[in-house]
Nanobody, 128 residues
Framework: QVQLVESGGGLVQAGGSLRLSCVAS????????????MGWFRQSPRKERESVAA????????FYADSVKGRFTISRDNAKNTLYLQMNSLKPEDTAVYYC?????????????????WGQGTQVTVSS
């Protein structure tokens, strides 16, 4: 299974920005980073883990949850085995642990049950 490591979380005031990164390693023989649809999920206390954004293998297609549409941008650099999430106009309700996820496709990277690998998570806290 591919290993995923997130970075870039932190504390920011409402209206601010953060950029999350996720580096992939240990890709199985015969596969590459571009073999995976990739996504970001988040989970806050007492809530289920929810899909925030996802991107296709080539990066040509993206998905966003309604709650982040127009504020977050997902992108990937297959040459660097890296996934990004640019978060702008952050709100206190965006506070959560954010997880990087690898799935079989863009759709598979939006459903927790079909995710093949998870990162360890990075905390994002937005103060009001």
């Amino acid at each position: 299974q591919v290993q995923l490591v997130e970075s870039g979380g932190g504390l920011v005031q409402a209206g601010g920005s953060l950029r999350l990164s996720c580096v992939a390693s240990g890709v199985a023989s015969g596969r590459t980073f571009s073999s995976y649809g990739m996504g970001w999920f988040r989970q806050s206390p007492r809530k289920e883990r929810e899909s925030v954004a996802a991107i296709s293998r080539s990066g040509s297609s993206t998905f966003y949850a309604d709650s982040v549409k127009g504020r977050f941008t997902i992108s990937r650099d297959n040459a660097k085995n890296t996934l990004y999430l640019q978060m702008n106009s952050l709100k206190p309700e965006d506070t959560a642990v954010y997880y990087c996820a690898a799935g079989p496709s863009i759709a598979g990277a939006t459903i927790a049950a079909t995710v093949r690998s998870w990162g360890q998570g990075t905390q994002v806290t937005v103060s009001s």
